[in-house]
């Protein structure tokens, strides 16, 4: 061993020595915390506890909010829908009412005529066809004829005088009124008696 070996060991051993004999001289970088008393304990369960109770509250007020939200946007889908089939009905009532009066002005003598009966019968099929599709949604014909005048449903477009037929009794029919489900997509344009 080298002289420079043989001082370096013996520093470590007198190091080494030294942390041994006094442990008491080392510091203690721990703080000591002072213990608490009970209701300083009991004061702060008392405030975590309100804490929870008002994150918890929290959390229901905004669960209930977004219940909510999701009930009002399915509300709004299903009006939409709704709305769109309505107006889709509004659209195609124009025809209809094309075929039903291209079906009342056909003349007796093209209906006696074996060469206009099935173009008679395929326009009366078309219409069928219109009405039944419209029947699965939900639509109807507002009946009108014979019946007193509701304002909810029909719209009186002129009085005649009409014997023998009590006043506010509609006698005929201009336009067919229809409904979707509850709700009227047209009045009923009908002629009243006075």
Do not use: C, W
Not at 5 to 34: G, L, N, Y
Not at 87 to 105: A, E, G
Request: aromatic share 4%.
């Amino acid at each position: 061993m080298t002289r420079k070996e043989s001082h370096h060991k013996e520093k470590e051993e007198i190091k080494e020595t030294i942390d041994i004999e006094s442990p008491e001289e080392a510091v203690d970088e721990t703080v000591a915390i002072p213990a608490e008393t009970g209701a300083d304990m009991e004061a702060e369960i008392a405030a975590r506890d309100a804490e929870i109770t008002k994150l918890r509250e929290e959390v229901m007020r905004r669960a209930a909010e977004f219940e909510n939200f999701r009930k009002q946007k399915e509300r709004e889908a299903a009006q939409s829908g709704v709305r769109m089939l309505e107006n889709t009905v509004r659209d195609l009532l124009p025809m209809i009412d094309d075929l039903k009066r291209l079906m009342s002005h056909i003349p007796a003598e093209m209906q006696a005529m074996a060469e206009a009966k099935p173009f008679i019968e395929g326009v009366e099929l078309i219409r069928k066809n219109f009405m039944s599709l419209l029947e699965k949604k939900g639509v109807k014909e507002i009946e009108a004829k014979g019946k007193q005048l509701d304002v909810n449903f029909h719209e009186a477009i002129t009085q005649i005088d009409a014997p023998g037929v009590e006043p506010d009794t509609i006698v005929d029919e201009y336009q067919t009124g229809y409904t979707l489900g509850d709700r009227v997509i047209r009045h009923a344009r009908v002629i009243v008696a006075r």
